[in-house]
């Protein structure tokens, strides 16, 4: 079986979806439910005996050495994090808590149990590390997509923290020899993404007619990748990556956030005929520190693993919006109670 944390969030429930889809191997699935974590991503998998959920955090070693020793996972793939960069703004202790000191306790149970192991298991165990294009901070308008070999200048708290776990994960792998790989993908969307993103926060403010806030002038550029696609890579990363290599994710799909948003009320408007959304379109005030430009170089990931996205943004755009508006239930749930706050603390008096 394979451990994965943060299995209950956006990308880490579609992974554990498609992993049971795929294969029967089973998943233990530590998550500490934060208020992005949510048993209700996995509710199809209630009685379904090869998934195993433990509330927890992954900076509790005790409970991650118990949980190894327990079930001996042959790999770890660890998205536990927090991830929103607008909330790293206003309040960033959080992340160097899960996003720091958690992946180094996560690590550091790992090597414990690693060292137990031997044969076989010793020479199968993968330690696969989720992180984000963010850390090689922000790009030029006509400089080259980030490659492997970029150097790390993370300009928000949410992006230095993950590149310090990108730091450490790298350190264990070339001090004790973990054998560790690490992915580092750009912006995902898809169905189960939590509505503080740009992608769902649109839909949802668009579904209950409210604006759809712009940041700035709607020219940052993000590389938008369909969470399935990042799924099928870690997979590939995780059965076949060199250990101690890091691969870059991407999905060829530059756009800048405004044409995003346009596409979506386009998408919206013919799936939902008289949802005219466009006319909600609001430019509110910047982001702070705000990066103009992410894109990345996949080409290694395709060179070396076969792996390319299988969904343009037009076909994945139209998936994700019919699964939100299939979905009405699961966004009237994420979106009750806490929710509010945090739309009221980032938006401020700029958007009702
Ligand atoms: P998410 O915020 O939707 O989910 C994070 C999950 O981690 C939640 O279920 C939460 O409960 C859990 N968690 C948080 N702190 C924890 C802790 N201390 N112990 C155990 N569980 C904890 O995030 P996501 O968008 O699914 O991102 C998953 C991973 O992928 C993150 O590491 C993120 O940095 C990375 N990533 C995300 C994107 C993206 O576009 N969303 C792109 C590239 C990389
Ligand atoms: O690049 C990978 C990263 O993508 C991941 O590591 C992060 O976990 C993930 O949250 C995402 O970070 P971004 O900051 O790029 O994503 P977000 O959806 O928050 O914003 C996307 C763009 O849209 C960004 O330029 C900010 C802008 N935006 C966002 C929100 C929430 C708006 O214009 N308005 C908004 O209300």
Redesign the pocket.
Known sequence: MILV?????????NFVLDWLDCSDEPVIN?????Y???LGNLASLKRDTRHIFVR????DRNLVLHLLSLYRPRAIV???????VDRSIHGPADFI???IV?TFALLDAARGYWNTLTGNELAQFRFVH????EVYGSLEPAAAPFSETNAYAPNSPYSAS?ASADHLVRSYQHTYGLPTLTT??????GPR??PE?LIPLMLYNALAGKPLPVYGDGGNVRDWLYVGD?CAAIRMVLEQGRPGETYNVGGNAEIANIDVVRTLCRVLGEQKPGCDAESLITFVKDRAGHDRRYAIDASKIRRELGWEPSETFESGIARTVAWYLDNAGWLAAVTSGEYKNWISLNYAAEVA
């Open positions: 944390t943060g299995g209950a969030g956006f990308i880490g429930a530590l998550d500490k439910l934060t992005a974590g949510n927890g955090d992954i900076g660890n998205f536990a994090a927090e991830s929103h808590a899960t996003n958690g989720i992180s984000t294009d993950k580092n993908c750009s912006n995902n969307y993404q939590f993103k990042h």
